[in-house]
């Protein structure tokens, strides 16, 4: 038996009511006003499909690092790097060791479901575990209805042969090259094509034959399905496929386009995610992945699905919320208008990839140094043991600092130097477990950081070398989510 062992999600905290579209671009486009209710999720300016994958995985590998994990998915079609493998990178955030496989699946929307289904397949020959993550950041033009429909987030799922939460059952796909959308090799925003006909001749027709093909498969009826998790942005279209499908219209899960939008490649699992947070025992889960033809995916939630609830799951992220109504900002953060960053901004951000390799654990993985002597934590690590009562020489072994908790002792906003969201926050941060370190905050709102603040680490974009197109990551301090 192979499954799912544990799940996590991650939603961006911005929010951006679709309103404040309508109201920047109602003027020009009118049929904006159709799509008005509820809001999208959107990316703070340090986060990518990378970063949103690492958080996934960190909530769903909560806290623990299974040893036997071996092999890396991710799943993008925004992913930072072409040709740089990014479920390396994921790899090395995590801190998950280096002998293992690693794959990046893209170039369609249903890379993640279809992703799944042969990870699933490997990790029942392999045994062991399997990490598969995705992330979605999609960017769209403004005025355009995608601008209304996407949302960005990620989740993530930890496979294997025990301990199972959701057995996979099996599955059906249909591969056509029915192109409802798509993006050229040099093209920065997608271009879709007419909604009724996409609806008619695509979901209508394709998704059924997938949807048999799984039921013939597992030899599940269609009304056993308790949950049929299908994205779309057409209104109502889960429901009608599901009613021709012959499963229970009730089963019809919530896309949670009204609270977040649609996450692309990563909405699935998103969805599924969202469901295994609320499904029970024994209920069959039907999971939909669209694009260039369909996968229909079947689990079945165990009595073992209970023991997920300290996750934060979609549901955490999606609570932890703020309102962004600065329209602008979203164009700023998602480099749809040129700005000014003024003279401070022009320093050259190459990055020297020697260095980088050479320091890959520290940077990327966040490792620091615990004296084997005295016990001393400190970041960087080094040679020599900062206690200055101690001051032993090669006696440091590596220690994870990313799942330390940090409290801020001290902080700064400061307006003069350049960020892309000022006033940039930064301070003194002292871990839990020992160790300090200067860092730079996300996520905060001015006048809402405050010494003795709790604070968490996450993995962010520290710049952008936008001249070389190379991202350059480390890790800041952010406020706590709490879980659902």
């Not at 496979?159 to 093209?187: K, M, S, T």
Request: glycine share 10%; proline share 3%.
């Amino acid at each position: 038996m192979v499954g799912i062992t544990a799940y996590g999600g991650y939603v961006p905290r911005r929010r951006l009511p679709r309103s404040v579209i309508v109201e920047a671009n109602g003027w020009f486009n009118s049929a904006l006003k159709g799509y008005s209710k509820g809001e999208r999720s959107m990316c703070n300016w340090d986060e990518d499909a990378l970063t949103m994958a690492v958080e996934a995985s960190r909530d769903c590998l909560d806290q623990s690092r299974p040893d036997d994990i071996k092999a890396i998915y991710l799943a993008s079609t925004t992913l930072p790097f072409t040709d740089r493998q990014n479920s390396g990178i994921l790899g090395t955030a995590l801190n998950l060791g280096q002998n293992m496989m690693t794959m990046d699946i893209t170039s369609s929307q249903r890379a993640a479901t279809s992703g799944l289904i042969n990870a699933l397949n490997v990790a029942k020959g392999m045994g062991g575990s399997a990490l598969f993550a995705t992330g979605e950041h999609r960017r769209s033009q403004t005025a355009n209805n995608n601008e209304m429909m996407y949302g960005d987030g990620g989740a993530a799922l930890l496979l294997g042969n025990d301990e199972i939460v959701a057995e996979y059952i099996g599955a059906g796909q249909i591969a056509v090259d029915f192109v409802d959308h798509y993006r050229g090799q040099n093209a920065d925003f997608d271009y879709n094509w007419e909604e009724r006909w996409i609806r008619d001749e695509g979901f209508m027709k394709i998704v059924p034959d997938a949807v048999q093909a799984a039921l013939d498969n597992t030899g599940i009826s269609a009304d056993e399905v308790d949950h049929f998790v299908m994205p779309g942005t057409i209104r109502n279209i889960a429901a009608m496929v599901g009613k021709r499908c012959g499963i229970n219209t009730e089963a019809a899960r919530d896309n949670l386009h009204g609270v977040m939008g649609e996450a692309g490649t990563s909405h699935s699992l998103v969805m599924l995610v969202d469901c295994l947070q609320e499904a029970k025992p024994g209920q069959v889960i039907m999971v939909i992945g669209w694009g260039q033809g369909c996968d229909a995916l079947v689990f079945r939630a165990t009595d073992k699905l209970p023991t997920m609830a300290n996750r934060k799951g979609i549901k955490g992220h999606l609570a932890h919320r703020k309102e962004e109504t600065n329209y602008n900002k979203f164009l700023a953060f998602n480099g749809l208008v040129q700005q000014d960053g003024g003279l401070r901004s022009e320093t050259d951000k190459q990055t020297a990839l020697t260095t980088l390799y050479r320091n890959k654990e520290m940077v990327i993985g966040f490792v620091g140094g615990k004296c084997e002597q005295c016990g001393t934590v400190q970041f960087p690590k080094s040679r020599i043991c900062v206690n200055p009562n101690c001051g032993a020489i090669n006696t440091q072994e590596n220690h994870k600092m990313a799942e330390t908790s940090a409290t801020i002792q001290s902080w700064t906003a400061d307006n003069l130097t350049y960020a892309p969201d000022p006033p940039h926050h930064f301070g003194m941060v002292n871990f839990s477990e020992g160790g300090r370190m200067m860092a730079d905050f996300t996520d905060v709102d001015e006048g809402g950081v405050a010494v003795g603040d709790e604070f968490r680490m996450v993995f962010r974009i520290k710049a952008a070398d936008e001249k070389r197109g190379f991202n350059k990551y480390f890790w800041k301090a952010a406020p706590k989510v709490q879980a659902s």
